[in-house]
């Protein structure tokens, strides 16, 4: 039972432009939303997160938008840059929390 | 050493051998999690431990088994594995699990890579 999905194995950006990573969940009695950014051979490292009672969190270059009603949210990265690449997974939680299968990011110089 | 220390970073063991994973942090976080993560497939949720008790088993495999002896330390005894159970295990740990606030997310050590033959 995969409740949190992410469709896109990989995406690849331009240096400067913006990067959008998506996100599905099933689940509406999910209360918060998080992503994290995984880097080869480290474990997942926390980025940014969302209360469901909210729609949009920004933090510097990084903002998720929630869309409940299409239990949907997205992470935009502006600009991105070459340290950016790496696996980024969707995560949502409420008693726990249920990851998604990631998306390999890679920003080109 | 601080955040959430596993060892060791990298096991290869055979289908016949006991061995086990260790997870330590340092964050005086009360709740800690062992994740398994397989190629392409999402990290897959094994065991929650709150306070050292065990709240939650994923429905896993009598031949992992999980010991939380504080809420610093948290092993994963190894048993009897198939090749299908290698994979990345991850460990987290959080500040409270069971009705979890998820703002601050949770902390993940770097994993332990496991091989069966």
């Known amino acids: 039972d995969q409740q949190v999905k992410q469709n896109s194995p990989s995406l690849s950006v331009q240096e400067g432009r913006i990067s959008i990573l998506n996100c599905d969940y099933t689940?509406?009695?999910?209360?918060?939303f998080l992503w994290y950014k995984k880097y080869p051979a480290e474990g997942p490292t926390f980025l940014i997160s969302?209360?469901?009672?909210?729609d949009k969190n920004e933090d510097g270059r990084f903002t998720v938008f929630l869309n409940k009603s299409a239990k949907h949210l997205s992470l935009h990265i502006v600009p991105s840059q070459p340290g950016d690449s790496a696996v980024y997974f969707c995560?949502?939680?409420?008693?726990?929390?249920?990851f998604g299968a990631g998306t390999r990011l890679t920003v080109k110089p | 050493e601080t955040g959430v220390t596993q060892t060791p970073r990298h096991l290869v063991m055979g289908m016949t051998n006991k061995k086990s994973l260790k997870c330590e942090q340092h964050?005086?976080?009360?709740?800690m999690y062992w994740y398994k993560q397989s190629a392409k497939k999402p990290l897959e949720l094994m065991f929650v431990?709150?306070?050292?008790?065990?709240?939650e088993n994923n429905s896993v495999p009598s031949r992992f088994s999980p010991e939380c002896p504080n809420s610093s330390h948290l092993f994963l005894h190894l048993h009897t594995l198939q090749p299908e159970d290698s994979a990345l295990y991850l460990c987290?740990?959080?500040?409270?699990?069971?009705?979890?606030?998820?703002?601050?997310?949770?902390?993940f050590g770097s994993g332990t890579r496991l091989t069966v033959v």
């Open positions: 689940n509406s009695m999910f209360d918060y």
């Open positions: 995560a949502a939680s409420r008693n726990d929390m249920r």
């Open positions: 431990y709150n306070f050292k008790e065990q709240t």
């Open positions: 987290a740990s959080s500040q409270e699990g069971g009705l979890f606030r998820g703002a601050d997310g949770y902390t």
């Open positions: 964050l005086g976080h009360n709740a």
């Open positions: 969302i209360s469901s009672i909210k």
